[in-house]
């Protein structure tokens, strides 16, 4: 082993370029993550999921969602974790992880879209 290092030595130095330029331990970048005011703002939060979700306190699947949605938000915004890591948490693709994230965004802007289904026939009297 150390003849090997002599014979990588006889080729490279200090000096190349392959050591002082190409393997270079540089500092990690991260994205700078633009986080809302009412993410951070446990009310603002709880004042979000209330108006999402309107009957929290009586319906299981709007409470159900709204868990999920808390949840996501804790994760994404103050935990600064992942699509793919919150999604391995709370068992959903990353995707779905990405469209809830949406649905917020949205809600939180005040572009609420509700689909209430099929649209109903007009009835004939």
Do not use: C
């Amino acid at each position: 082993m150390n003849e090997d290092l002599k014979q990588l030595r006889r080729r490279m130095d200090g000096s190349d370029p392959f050591m002082t330029n190409g393997h270079q331990i540089l500092k990690i970048r991260k994205r700078a993550k633009k986080v809302p005011d009412w993410a951070t703002d446990n009310m603002k939060t709880q004042k979000l999921l209330l108006t999402a979700f309107p009957k929290l306190k009586t319906d299981p699947k709007q409470r159900a969602r709204a868990a999920r949605w808390g949840s996501i938000i804790h994760m994404f915004y103050r935990m600064n974790d992942t699509y793919s890591g919150i999604g391995s948490e709370l068992h959903m693709t990353a995707k779905a992880v990405e469209t809830v994230l949406w649905r917020i965004r949205r809600h939180a802007s005040g572009r609420i879209v509700r689909h209430r289904g099929r649209p109903k026939k007009a009835r004939v009297s």
